[in-house]
């Protein structure tokens, strides 16, 4: 099995829009460029729209030693690579204020996040490919001057994303009725 580089998902976007593939995000080429300007931006989108298995991350919170102005007793700041949060572990009220979580939850505050994972050879091969074609539409038009191929390369992606959510979410313990009703409250 490959293993997922920044180059290779980059050539595998380049490749769909029938362009000429790079060795470094570095290169002196457009491809590259376009691709070295948009890497971080797309990934980030694609594993912000999901809780990815492989990019999910627990943690506790401690209170912030500033509290919120008024409302909530106590903030909470987010781990420094987390891009969203999932889940909090309250049966207290809370929200998402810039990077903060404010509640009146009592420290440690446990949560769920989707983190920021930098390393490709982590990416799950489906959430790989789905970034490839995201990677693909963010520079499309930049690379072929083509609003049809940046049409194309959207549809692709939405359909390879329905796919790879699919599949990553078959990946847990299925809900039960109770959990399903719980959640609905």
């Given amino acids: 099995m490959a293993t997922n580089t920044f180059v290779s998902i980059s050539n595998r976007a380049l ?3 029938g362009a000429q593939p790079i ?9 590259a460029r376009a691709c070295n300007r948009m890497y971080e931006q797309s990934r980030n989108q694609v594993l912000r729209g999901h809780p990815w298995n492989f990019a999910v991350k627990r943690v506790a919170l401690a209170a912030d030693t ?40 009592a420290a ?41 191929v ?12 329905a796919e790879a959510r699919r599949v990553d979410a078959q990946e847990a313990q299925p809900a039960t009725e109770l959990d399903w009703l719980e959640s609905r409250t």
């Fill in 15 to 17: 490749t769909l829009l």
């Fill in 66 to 105: 500033t509290a919120p102005v008024y409302e909530y007793t106590n903030a909470f700041t987010w781990p420094a690579d987390c891009l969203r949060v999932v889940e909090v572990d309250t049966t207290e009220n809370w929200i998402i204020e810039g990077r903060k979580i404010v509640s009146n939850a």
């Fill in 23 to 31: 060795t470094s995000l570095a290169d002196d080429t457009k491809e």
């Fill in 108 to 148: 440690p505050l446990n949560i769920v996040y989707v983190s920021e994972v930098e390393d490709p050879t982590l990416f799950d091969a489906l959430f790989a490919e789905t970034y490839a074609l995201r990677l693909a539409a963010d520079i499309a038009y930049e690379i072929t001057a083509s609003q049809t």
């Fill in 150 to 161: 940046l049409s194309n390369m959207e549809t692709l992606y939405t359909t390879k994303l």
